[in-house]
């Protein structure tokens, strides 16, 4: 299969194209070369940005796309438009970002989508980021019918990641000592493996599936924060323990939950982890083994010397344990 990818070299897109690397396709990325330029040997790479520099693709087919890096209709327009009759098949990469609710839990895909007031809008934000995507979803399969896929993830684990929102919880444990954990040990807790995302994507695309597909972790057998944690101390080594501190206790002292507990879905918004995609379990979506996803991410960030960019300092997280021991007496 020849396979075009709209972007492939930062975390997502690169799995996918690593991906199809080893499953035997051939790969053309499209990107502006800024991102690990000279990363792939074997992959054939144009050049060019995707806001009015599609030039480099015209007359050009390709059996299936991919677009990894959609994030405004208006260039997500050019193109699925112009690409219409060069391919086959569109996948659009979306997120669970488009949902309007996630004050209710097991969002499935039919659960409404987020609007934007604005149809100018083109400035991403947590809160257009969401908003936009699902009108570049619209954009998609508006020119593409039934010959597109719109894959929907939740947060996505695994190396190469820089929003570091899985990566935290792999290196902290390997520092030893108590840490600061959310709330309670059975709160559930959801992230998809990158190399997860990539067999299904391509799956998505080599089958000519058609629909909305939420990919996350599953909902039925959901993952406790108690059993990822403990995974993660496993794989660690060490003296590392985590404690669980009440989300109040952590809301008195003003602590992010967004960056400095990443991942961490609060209590007024469980839906955020608890996304239900069995629609994409019942189309092939596979997970890895867990201890798999803990042990590559964390080798990945130490051979890397990665610098993470959430989680919480070793200072505040002492603040956060003494106000617990406050909060008990
Ligand atoms: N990470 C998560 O947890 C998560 C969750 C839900 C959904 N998603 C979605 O998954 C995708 C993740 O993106 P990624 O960065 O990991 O994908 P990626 O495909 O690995 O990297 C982004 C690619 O886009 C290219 N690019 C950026 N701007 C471009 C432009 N103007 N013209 C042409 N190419 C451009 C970059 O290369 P150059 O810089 O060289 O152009 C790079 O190759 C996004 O669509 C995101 O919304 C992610």
Known sequence: MQLLILGGTNFVGRHLAERALADGHSVTLFNRGRTNPGLF????????????GLDPLNGRTFDRVVDVSGYVPRIVRQSAEMLRQATDHYTFISSVSVYADFTTTGIDEDAPVAATTDAEVEDINRNTYGPLKAL????????????????????????FDDTDRFTYWCVRPSKGGEFVAPDHSSRPVQFIDARDLAAFTLKASVDLLHGVFNATGPLKDALSWGD????????????ARPVWVPEQVLRDAEVNLGSELPLYAPLDRPGFATVDCGRAIAAGLEFSPLKRSIEDTLRWARDAGHDLTAGMTQGREEEILEALRRSRL
């Open 41 to 52: 040997e074997d992959v054939e790479e144009m050049h060019g940005d995707r806001d009015e």
């Open 228 to 239: 990822f944690l403990e995974s993660c101390v496993e794989v660690a080594g060490g003296d």
């Open 136 to 159: 570049c979803e619209e954009v998609v399969h508006s020119v593409y019918r039934e010959r597109c896929t719109i894959v929907r993830p939740g947060i996505v684990a695994g190396p």
